[in-house]
């Protein structure tokens, strides 16, 4: 059976070469909004590669099915588009026997993928021996890197990198309007070997897909977090809410959104850095970010005054089990509150400061601290500076 199943995908793929002209990598959009023409040929094989390649321009029609999920490109963008996500196209030159069976010119066709598809089908997803079974070589002489496809039905040569573009639009008037630029995303050597981006590429892809709706979740959080730390706040912020906007992975769920809250806080939004924060408090799925967000969301509480409130969240967050540090800062927040309430300003602000250097050593929680310092200069405009209460050693 699946034999049968690998031997049909081949079919599939040889489909492609049918319904797919050929293509370069700058697109333009014509105005019927049919075909997007691939204008620069800057995958054109050079003369060591022996052969031509099909016609010196070639169309993406989106009105054509895509090869293996035998749909129209132009559902399957307008799809993504509509729930603010990117199409993935992988495209792919492969290499035929001339149409001539007498002759032994080989001729070079481009084609197009759904780019999840084509990789479940070709490198079983992102597993490692999946991919080094295709036999990566290099054709000598030439120094460019192939694919040999060798099975009892069909013999294929993959040539070059498959290379990925994301297709993006957006609904205007209730219409798409799919861009007239393709994005770059990467080859097949990247989504393998390279140690700086194979990370964000196998998220990229896996939060884009709709097969796996965990996974989806998961990979939208990583692909939000790698978001954050290039400083793409807006992509990062994207990826957060698609994650804390469904329902298939709770934990994932609770993830984003303590994250977003955190982003929100930077941002000066406290509203909805409550907001988010609150939500992550509020559920029971993923323990440690609930008590996370209950200390953070107790932290600016204590802030606006509402002490009470935030007595109540320090106390359930110093007395859970999952996360210890959020434990132990959640009870000193806690104590430091009460010594206030008691007017002991001397013990409040001594806490405060060793407070603070306990949690200058913590790298992840280490983002607290600007609010604790704000409470302890608080006290400081009330009752002076911190009294000295120990010599120094």
Known sequence: MKRELLNKSWLLLVMGLIYNPVSGMDIKLQENLKEIQFVDLNSKLRPADQGKLIGDKEYLDLTKDEPLLLRKFKELIEDKVKKGEVFILAVVTMKEQAYNPLSTQMVYRHNYYGANGFNRFIFNDFDDSGYYKLNRFNKPGQGKRYFQFKDPLVKLTIIHEIKYFTIDGKVVDGRVVIDTKFTFLGTDWDLFHDPNRKEFLHDFFKANQDLDKREKAE???????????????????????????????????????????????????????????????????????????????????????????????????????????????????????????????????????????????????????????????????????????????
């Not at 982003?263 to 939004?269: A, D, I, L, T, V």
């Not at 009470?308 to 969240?313: D, H, I, T, W």
């Not at 359930?316 to 104590?335: F, I, N, P, T, W």
């Open 219 to 393: 990979s939208q959080i990583g692909v939000g977090e790698i978001f954050e730390k290039m400083g793409d706040l807006d992509k990062a912020k994207k990826y957060y809410q698609f994650a804390a906007n469904q329902n298939d992975n709770k934990e994932a769920k609770a993830d984003a959104q303590v994250n977003l809250g955190i982003m929100f806080e930077k941002e000066k939004n406290v509203a909805e850095a409550k907001k988010y924060y609150q939500f992550a408090a509020n559920q029971n799925d993923e323990k440690a970010r609930k008590a996370e967000a209950q200390m953070y969301l107790a932290i600016i509480l204590d802030k606006e005054g509402e002490l009470e409130e935030a007595k109540k969240l320090y106390f359930a967050a110093s007395m859970q089990e999952h996360d210890l540090l959020v434990m132990k800062y959640s009870a000193l927040l806690g104590e430091g509150l009460k010594r206030r309430e008691k007017k002991n300003w001397v013990d409040a602000k001594q806490l405060y400061t060793l407070l603070i250097k306990q949690v200058q050593e913590d790298e992840f929680y280490k983002r607290i601290i600007p609010s604790i310092q704000s409470i302890l200069d608080e006290l400081n405009r009330k009752s002076g500076p911190p009294t000295k209460r120990f010599k120094k050693d």
